[in-house]
């Protein structure tokens, strides 16, 4: 059975930092691709940032460039978002997701984290 777990949310003020975790379990880790997405109140859900299976490469939303990476551990079966200089903006719930390289059916996601910002 496969999960993702995240973790590491919480209420942080304007200009402070996150680490967002996203443990992954009852998958081979190494052959998907992750992502942070993120559903703020009354909108729709949007990609935050992704790393491929190797690690070899990232992708970031323009909102987030600069402020956010999302690294990952292949020898933990961990995912992360490290998120600096936080903005209100930035509030919402954020999800991991696990897209398999290949099998595009093999596509799974986390129950989600809360980040809360004040200003």
């Known amino acids: 059975q496969v999960q993702l777990v995240e973790s590491g949310g919480g209420l942080v003020q304007a200009g402070g930092s996150l680490r967002l975790s996203c443990a992954a379990s009852g998958l081979t880790f190494s052959v998907y691709d992750m992502g942070w997405y993120r559903r703020a109140p009354g909108k729709e859900r949007e990609f935050v940032a992704s790393i491929t299976w190797s690690g070899g490469g990232t992708s970031y939303a323009d909102s987030v460039k600069g402020r956010f990476t999302a690294p990952r551990d292949n020898a933990k079966n961990t995912f992360y978002l490290q998120m600096n200089s936080l903005k209100p903006e930035d509030t919402a719930i954020y999800y991991c997701?696990?897209?398999?390289?290949?099998?595009?059916?093999?596509?799974?996601w986390g129950q989600g984290t809360q980040v809360t910002v004040s200003s």
């Open positions: 997701n696990a897209q398999h390289r290949v099998i595009r059916q093999a596509n799974y």
